[in-house]
């Protein structure tokens, strides 16, 4: 799975040696605990296995980027996990989410630029070397969508291997592949502790058609994807940033399901979107679908739970 998703292995052999306590990854093995659950050894396995792809051949200085040691392991480690044991989960990694966002509401965030040995505590380390760290990859799937994601993350393996690359040479290898502009993701996701909220603020009949205006209230930007079911259909409206200058193309299952929308300036703190469907066909609008977002209040993110009215009238879509 490791070879055909992220590059292929290059040394000879690979070791798993049980006797250590926990996992630890050293170049060609790991050691492991000489017990412990089915389940329990395969994760750590898996786990301590994939540091030798990215610490055994891609070699980033993991005492200033740990997140680019640990979490590309975790996150590689979520898919494999999910294949072995056929899952089929849509979000691999929502432990990875749920753990960020937890720590984030309680305000122990810190920037993913931190030096491993300059957190505050070893919770926080954690927290942001494993898992803000998976998460940063899996909404950066979001962003340029899975095939260049994909291809990016063979062609980061293949130029940087043995070079020890740092967060810029990703960034390009990313952008390159995808052709869209990141510096305002990486510098905010990387450099700040900027949070992910947006909301549905209203829905609301408009001369026979639907207005839904969507509302940024965290300080980070992203660009969104919005479920809308009526009759019985799904249909995607896409809407890129600005500053990416430029969409990610259309899911080929989409089709004519999908509807991409005029970009989105990250200031602008309101983005209305018009609906060619009465207001009372529509069954269910939801921020997000396919769960790339680390969205820290996920409650003002589906409609009918949002506001069914706009404040004074039907809304003006001018």
Same mark, same amino acid.
């Given at each position: 799975?490791?070879?055909?998703?992220?590059?292929?292995?290059?040394?000879?052999?690979?070791?798993?040696?049980?006797?250590?306590?926990?996992?630890?990854?050293?170049?060609?093995? #790991?050691?492991?605990?000489?017990?412990?659950?089915?389940?329990?050894?395969?994760?750590?396995?898996?786990?301590?296995?994939?540091?030798?792809?990215?610490?055994?051949?891609?070699? #980033?200085?993991?005492?200033?980027?740990?997140?680019?040691?640990?979490?590309?392991?975790?996150?590689?480690?979520?898919?494999?996990?999910?294949?072995?044991?056929?899952?089929?989960?849509?979000?691999?990694?929502?432990?990875?989410?749920? #753990?960020?966002?937890?720590?984030?509401?309680?305000?122990?965030?810190?920037?993913?630029?931190?030096? +491993?040995?300059?957190?505050?505590?070893?919770?926080?380390?954690?927290?942001?070397?494993?898992?803000?760290?998976?998460?940063?990859?899996?909404?950066?799937?979001?962003?340029?969508?899975?095939?260049?994601?994909?291809?990016?993350?063979?062609?980061?393996?293949?130029?940087?291997?043995?070079? &020890?690359?740092?967060?810029?040479?990703?960034?390009?290898?990313?952008?390159?592949?995808?052709?869209?502009?990141?510096?305002?993701?990486?510098?905010?996701?990387?450099?700040?502790?900027?949070?992910?909220?947006?909301?549905?603020?209203?829905? +609301?009949?408009?001369?026979?058609?639907?207005?839904?205006?969507?509302?940024?209230?965290?300080?980070?930007?992203?660009?969104?994807?919005?479920?809308?079911?009526?009759?019985?259909?799904?249909?995607?409206?896409?809407?890129?940033?600005?500053?990416?200058?430029?969409?990610?193309?259309?899911?080929?299952?989409?089709?004519?399901?999908? &509807?991409?929308?005029?970009?989105?300036?990250?200031?602008?703190?309101?983005?209305?979107?018009?609906?060619?469907?009465?207001?009372?066909?529509?069954?269910?609008?939801?921020?997000?679908?396919?769960?790339?977002?680390?969205?820290?209040?996920?409650?003002?993110? +589906?409609?009918?739970?949002?506001?069914?009215?706009?404040?004074?009238?039907?809304?003006?879509?001018?």
């Amino acid at each position: 799975i490791m070879n055909d998703r992220f590059g292929s292995y290059p040394y000879p052999q690979f070791s798993v040696i049980q006797g250590g306590d926990g996992g630890m990854e050293y170049p060609m093995c #790991t050691m492991i605990s000489g017990s412990g659950s089915f389940g329990g050894l395969v994760s750590v396995t898996v786990h301590e296995a994939i540091h030798n792809w990215f610490y055994g051949v891609l070699a #980033t200085n993991e005492t200033k980027y740990p997140w680019m040691d640990e979490g590309f392991t975790k996150f590689a480690q979520d898919i494999v996990l999910d294949s072995l044991f056929e899952r089929g989960k849509l979000n691999p990694h929502k432990r990875s989410y749920d #753990t960020y966002i937890r720590n984030a509401i309680k305000g122990n965030d810190e920037p993913l630029s931190t030096p +491993a040995d300059h957190y505050e505590t070893n919770e926080d380390y954690a927290v942001n070397a494993y898992y803000k760290g998976c998460v940063f990859l899996n909404q950066l799937s979001g962003i340029v969508g899975q095939k260049n994601f994909d291809r990016g993350m063979k062609a980061y393996f293949n130029q940087w291997k043995y070079k &020890h690359p740092t967060p810029r040479e990703f960034k390009r290898i990313m952008e390159k592949t995808s052709g869209l502009e990141l510096d305002w993701y990486f510098d905010a996701w990387i450099g700040t502790t900027k949070t992910i909220d947006y909301g549905i603020r209203y829905v +609301a009949a408009n001369n026979g058609k639907s207005v839904v205006e969507l509302e940024r209230i965290g300080s980070m930007p992203m660009p969104l994807e919005l479920l809308v079911v009526s009759g019985g259909e799904n249909h995607i409206y896409y809407i890129p940033l600005q500053a990416m200058q430029g969409a990610k193309s259309a899911p080929e299952s989409w089709g004519a399901n999908w &509807h991409e929308q005029k970009a989105w300036p990250w200031t602008y703190p309101y983005y209305q979107i018009t609906l060619d469907v009465p207001m009372e066909k529509i069954e269910r609008i939801r921020i997000d679908p396919f769960e790339k977002l680390g969205d820290i209040d996920e409650k003002n993110d +589906a409609y009918p739970t949002a506001i069914l009215s706009f404040p004074g009238g039907d809304a003006n879509t001018n």
